[in-house]
């Protein structure tokens, strides 16, 4: 069983940055992996997604150049650095694995298989 795992969460002033990090068990090539983030009254929204066999980042736009999705080495742990973060920024934060390289359909909650319980991000200003 696949299990997916965030950590990295907290509270930050309006400018200030986190990383997050995502551990995918039974960790394999080729898998899409996504953030997304969900705000109390919001729907989820993919923040970004990269594929462990390479290839294209995703972002949306309300986080291009300020946030970077990246895994290590070993391509067991995807990061999620979060730079000059902005209240509108606070939410839930989710990760989620599936199968195959990510594509257009990245921000489509329902192609995933697997998620994480979620890491709180607060941003106070």
């Known amino acids: 069983q696949v299990q997916v795992v965030e950590s990295g969460g907290g509270s930050v002033q309006a400018g200030g940055s986190l990383t997050l990090s995502c551990v995918v068990s039974?960790?394999?090539?080729?898998?899409?992996i996504g953030w997304f983030r969900q705000a109390p009254n919001n729907e989820r929204e993919g923040v970004a997604a990269?594929?462990?066999?390479?290839?294209?980042?995703y972002y949306a736009d309300s986080v291009k150049g300020r946030f970077t999705i990246s895994q290590d080495s070993a391509k067991i742990t995807v990061y999620l650095q979060m730079n000059s973060l902005k209240p509108e920024d606070t939410a839930m934060y989710s990760c989620?694995?599936?199968?195959?390289?990510?594509?257009?359909?990245?921000?489509?909650?329902?192609?995933?298989?697997?998620w994480g319980q979620g890491t709180q991000v607060t941003v106070s200003s």
């Open positions: 039974q960790f394999s090539a080729n898998r899409c």
């Open positions: 989620a694995a599936t199968y195959g390289y990510c594509d257009t359909w990245w921000k489509n909650t329902g192609r995933y298989n697997y």
């Open positions: 990269i594929s462990t066999g390479g290839g294209i980042l």
